[in-house]
């Protein structure tokens, strides 16, 4: 996928509710240098009922709780592209939640500024958008 379309997924991310490029591994096969000011990260997304752009059924209290859960197992040193294929509602789930590189300005506050905050290789606490609740993993 050219750097292009990966910078334009990673801006409709959270504005359509996700988009990325696949990777099977929680590091990236290839490291790319990242753009200047940008970061990569990978996500998962736990969506309720009345969330936007949620098909979920679940209620919001259900959806922190698992977020949660999921937090507390990356943490404890799970793989987090599993966790992510697993239970994301995000469509970056196929990709293990791989959002590719962006920069500051092309996600929703709350989200961009817990991943810029996080040094790479660490990982978030649940962050709430108006999405859902997030786990954020900084990968580069």
Do not use: W
């Not at 949620?54 to 599993?82: Q, Y």
């Not at 817990?114 to 962050?127: C, K, N, R, T, W």
């Amino acid at each position: 996928m050219t750097r292009f379309l990966m910078i334009l997924l990673a801006v409709l991310v959270l504005s359509l509710a996700c988009g990325g490029e696949k990777q099977e591994a929680d590091v990236p096969k290839t490291v790319q240098p990242a753009p200047p000011g940008s970061i990569r990260v990978r996500h998962i997304l736990i969506s309720y009922a009345g969330a936007d752009r949620a098909t979920s059924t679940r209620t919001k209290e259900e959806a922190k709780e698992l977020a949660e859960e999921l937090d507390k197992r990356a943490r404890d040193g799970e793989d987090f592209a599993g966790l992510a294929t697993a239970y994301s509602d995000c469509p970056t789930a196929e990709n293990g939640g791989d959002l590719g590189f962006f920069k500051k300005g092309r996600m929703v506050k709350p989200f961009e500024d817990a991943a810029f905050a996080l040094e790479p290789g660490q990982i978030s606490d649940v962050v709430e958008t108006k999405f859902g609740f997030h786990v954020i993993k900084r990968t580069q």
